[in-house]
């Protein structure tokens, strides 16, 4: 899979994210997945389902979601599981459950690059993902990225590697397309209530464009599989 | 396979399907695709203590994949029958023909030696994963680069990628597998079967060979009788797949070179040109700018909102007040010194229901949510279990000795009194446990 | 290797043999009361024990794996702790020992008349007690003669034998200090009487134009190993058959 370098790569300007680039309905097995890019981030998310689950893992009401992260080198370890659970229970609270009882939902991503703003383009490709596979969802899921620099006020959306090493503060906040309230928030470091909350609308702002970017990678993929068959 | 021989795909019986090779960003990153089949390896190194047995040797650490993505049954966990085969395969093809130099990555003998690891992931599933991952991993163990290291003494310094070009690693040779799928006890053969042909054949054969025609490995399984001639003739039919093969990572590799070099999108090769327009259309999107400074006022009247709903319910979101009750014990909340006396029942937290191990009576505290659980599930009602909730007001508990201290005693003593006459708006019902 | 020549000048290796010359095979049927078959064979070092139980009902999980119209064959190859030099410290489970499984279980998946026994299971337990190289020969061998001795109906004997290539010579039927060389080995296992190859494999490094010649080696090597084997299991039944015939 080429990723290609975005012009102008190596620092992207403070209030801008990243070029995203997304590929639907590429691997011939999965009912739904996507391969996704965020500068050079890349993720690959496949998605089965629904489907059969296995007695013991059964729910009786609604499907069960399995969200399952590979990296790329090396066995997966805690800081995998937490991720998946991170994930998986953001999927949950779009994905609509009850339509499927005693079902499965199974989710997987696999890294396939590493460059900044990982946990906002896994959620990313997983939700493209779920979307090529046409699972019935309430709302979009989106995520954004963003860092705090020491001396910069402003926020730097979808950090690269170089960038997120220098950073005192790190979050990644996830909105529904809907009303645009959090779905999920995850944050690593030290940051003021007033930083906080001007991240979170700064992410909020910066999300609208993503799910424009959905709408565009859905009507690429619709308007190509017509013609197909 | 129809009457008149033909594969389903319109292939011939040594026909390949469309290979494309690309790599990513990362040195060691290639993948590897053959039709609908999608390989990804990573070559990864660190320094580690050698094997007592040897030395002077590196380590190489072949592991192979199949993730849950690529097929509906492949599961998580321990790997499968199938996974075993295909890590055996990879570990045969690469380790034990030598192809990598391992004396090369001796740093210090018998202390410090790289360990290079080979992660092959299978992405798709759409038949012949022994070739697309042995034509993976070993493209990218040639695309790899390992940091150079300086001894000094007993020190090892590792030169990050800035200092000093990395190295690559020593390739011998390039192994690669072809595999051959068997039908009608040997009668026919196909090379590179795809997931349909596979699920029916007999019998596959593996051959590992290099360009220069030595062969690295040899495979027969599955239960089928070949002759002997049979064996020489899919060698020979592998060398030229071998040929062609080589040829192709050759060309891929020096596509990449030249593209890092100039800076321009990185290296790939494919063996076909594309000849139909593919449904798979990339969608791009370019970000715009976001207006920092009036999202700012927006974010601070926010945060000056919250704090205002904060002061009006304190009930929420108010500090805990912590007293200091003596040498090492405090109390934050409801919690207080503890009391064996059973009578003397001090609650810890609101939302708590506590059990008197000999009576029947369940002390619940008036709480919005318990509120809510009484009488849903009477069906599971015992007749000999007398349950019954008590209000706040039976115990004789007053709202408003909820304060600053927050210590409430309940005495007992009023409620069993209470419960030998019938108390104005019992409920029935069972609390779940 | 430095200081150690496999193959001496005047054509002997390590051990003396020829490079054409089998090791000294020994082996007994029936060692067993209770198996179906049993069979302990030798191969110069190497020493393996075979016990075949079946065709009986299939039991536990393997229930799932039944197919409605063949046997089907559960084998379990092990090696004993005090088998190899160092303390082996997994007996069964790990990665080879899997793959061993495996190929025994294809082996003679092909050579064991499976379609006659519907529904049922035919169990193979191999256990190697001393291990000097040629491991899945003697195995392969060992569970032949276990299965003929259990009475299961075979297509023919599968006979399997190794071979190498050294110094431009094909070795036949090689120990653990030329296995553990960098040198070719091919594994290769037959019906002798069709001389059908059941399985083959091969590792390390050899050339596509010498593969004929080891090939021919080693197919010769299992037919000598056939003559061998014939004569024990021919011996076995006259033992067997004398108290019948004494009392006529």
Do not use: F, K, P, Y
């Given at each position: 899979m080429k990723i290609p370098l975005p012009p102008g790569n190596k620092m992207s300007s403070s209030s801008k994210s990243q070029q995203l680039k997304g590929k639907m309905?590429?691997?011939?097995?999965?009912?739904g997945s996507c391969s996704l890019s965020v500068g050079q981030t890349a993720f690959m998310a496949a998605v089965y389902g629904p489907r059969e689950v296995k007695m013991n893992k059964e729910k009786v009401d609604k499907a069960v979601i399995e969200f399952m992260y590979r990296p790329k080198v090396g066995q997966s370890g805690c800081g995998e599981r937490f991720w998946e659970t991170l994930v998986g229970n953001t999927c949950e609270t779009a994905i609509l459950c009850s339509l499927h009882p005693r079902k499965s939902v199974g989710i997987i991503v696999q890294e396939l690059q590493n460059s900044g703003s990982q946990l906002a383009c896994c959620i990313n490709a997983a939700f493209l993902a779920l979307l090529d596979a046409c699972v019935p969802v309430r709302y979009m899921v989106a995520a954004t990225c963003c860092i705090i620099t020491e001396g910069s006020t402003e926020p730097i959306l979808s950090p690269t590697a170089v960038q997120e090493e220098n950073a005192i503060a790190h979050m990644t906040f996830a909105f529904d397309s809907v009303d645009h309230n959090v779905v999920c928030s995850h944050t690593t470091g030290c940051f003021s209530e007033d930083q906080f909350q001007l991240c979170l609308e700064v992410c909020r702002k910066a999300n609208k464009q993503v799910f424009d970017f959905y709408r565009e990678a859905l009507r690429e993929r619709l308007s190509g599989s017509m013609i197909e068959c | 396979m129809g009457v008149n021989f033909q594969r389903l795909d319109g292939r011939g019986t040594y026909d390949y399907r469309k290979i494309t090779i690309t790599f990513g960003i990362d040195r060691g990153c290639c993948h590897v695709q053959i039709g609908d089949t999608r390989v990804m390896a990573q070559v990864s190194c660190e320094v580690t203590t050698p094997k007592q047995t040897r030395p002077n040797e590196g380590l190489l650490y072949v592991n192979a994949e199949l993730s849950p993505m690529a097929a509906p049954h492949f599961e998580a966990g321990r790997p499968s029958q199938q996974g075993v085969e295909l890590g055996r395969c990879l570990e045969r093809c690469l380790k034990e023909s030598r192809?990598?130099?391992?004396?090369?990555?001796?740093?210090?003998?018998?202390m410090k030696v790289w360990a290079i690891r080979v992660d092959v992931h299978v992405l798709n599933h759409d038949g012949n994963l022994i070739d697309a991952c042995s034509m993976a991993a070993i493209t990218a163990l040639t695309h790899f680069r390992r940091p150079d290291v300086t001894v000094s003494g007993e020190e090892v310094t590792i030169l990050s990628v800035e200092d000093q070009d990395p190295i690559a690693l020593g390739v011998h040779h390039m192994p690669i597998c072809v595999s051959f799928a068997f039908f009608h006890q040997g009668k026919y053969l196909l090379v590179d079967p795809n997931e349909m042909e596979e699920r029916v054949m007999d019998g596959k054969m593996v051959i590992g060979m290099n360009k220069h025609r030595e062969l690295v490995t040899l495979q027969l399984t599955g239960s089928m009788l070949l002759h002997k001639d049979q064996v020489l003739r899919c060698t020979q039919i592998a060398s030229t797949k071998v040929q062609e093969m080589t040829k192709l990572i050759e060309e891929a590799l020096k596509n990449d070179v030249h593209e890092r070099a100039t800076g321009g999108q990185f290296g790939s090769a494919s063996s076909q040109d594309p000849s139909h327009v593919t449904s798979h259309v990339t969608t791009e999107k370019t970000m715009e700018e976001v207006d920092t400074e009036a999202l700012r006022e927006l974010a601070r009247e926010t945060v000056l909102k919250g704090r205002e709903t904060d002061r009006e319910s304190p009930g929420m979101t108010r500090a805990p007040d912590i007293t200091l009750l003596g040498k090492q014990t405090g109390r934050i909340g409801e919690g207080g010194l503890s009391s064996w006396d059973v009578e003397d029942i001090e609650e810890s937290e609101e939302d708590d229901v506590e059990m008197i191990a000999d009576t029947n009576v369940k002390v619940v505290r008036e709480t919005s949510h318990i509120s809510k659980c009484l009488g849903i599930d009477s069906s599971e009602d015992s007749e000999e279990d007398v349950t019954e909730t008590l209000a706040a007001h039976h115990l004789g508990?007053?709202?408003?000795?909820?304060?600053?201290?927050?210590d409430t005693t309940i005495d007992l003593t009023t409620a069993l009194n209470q419960q030998k006459r019938p108390a104005p708006g019992r409920e029935r019902g069972k609390v779940k446990r | 290797m430095a200081g150690m020549e496999l193959l001496s000048d005047e054509g002997f290796r390590i051990d003396g043999r020829r490079p054409n010359e089998l090791r000294r095979i020994q082996c007994r049927m029936g060692v067993f009361a209770q198996a179906d078959g049993s069979a302990y064979i030798e191969h110069g070092n190497t020493k393996v024990l075979a016990a075949v139980y079946g065709p009986h009902d299939i039991q536990g999980s393997k229930g799932r794996a039944a197919v409605h119209d063949i046997a089907f064959i559960n084998c379990q190859y092990s090696m004993a702790t005090f088998s190899t030099g160092e303390r082996k410290q997994r007996p069964r489970g790990d990665r080879k020992s899997q793959e061993m499984t495996h190929h025994l279980k294809q082996t003679f998946d092909g050579a064991i008349l499976t379609h006659l026994y519907p529904h049922s299971q035919i169990d193979i337990y191999v256990e190697v007690l001393q291990s000097d190289g040629g491991n899945y020969c003697a195995s392969v061998n060992a569970a032949t003669l276990a299965l003929i001795d259990a009475g299961i109906p075979m297509k023919d004997y599968v006979c399997a034998c190794s071979a190498s290539f050294i110094d431009e010579t094909p070795l036949m039927d090689i120990n653990y200090t030329e296995e553990s060389s960098a040198t070719p080995q091919l594994i290769v296992s037959i019906l002798p009487k069709s001389e059908h190859l059941v399985f083959v494999e091969m590792n390390s490094r050899l050339h596509e134009d010498q593969l004929s010649r080891v090939l021919d080696i080693a197919v010769k090597g299992c037919s000598d190993i056939y003559h061998i084997l014939d004569r024990a299991v021919k011996e076995h039944l006259m033992e067997a058959s004398i108290p019948l015939s004494s009392d006529t």
């Open positions: 309905h590429l691997l011939s097995q999965a009912d | 192809c990598i130099d391992t004396e090369s990555l001796c740093i210090m003998s018998g508990v007053h709202e408003s000795s909820r304060g600053a201290s927050g | -």
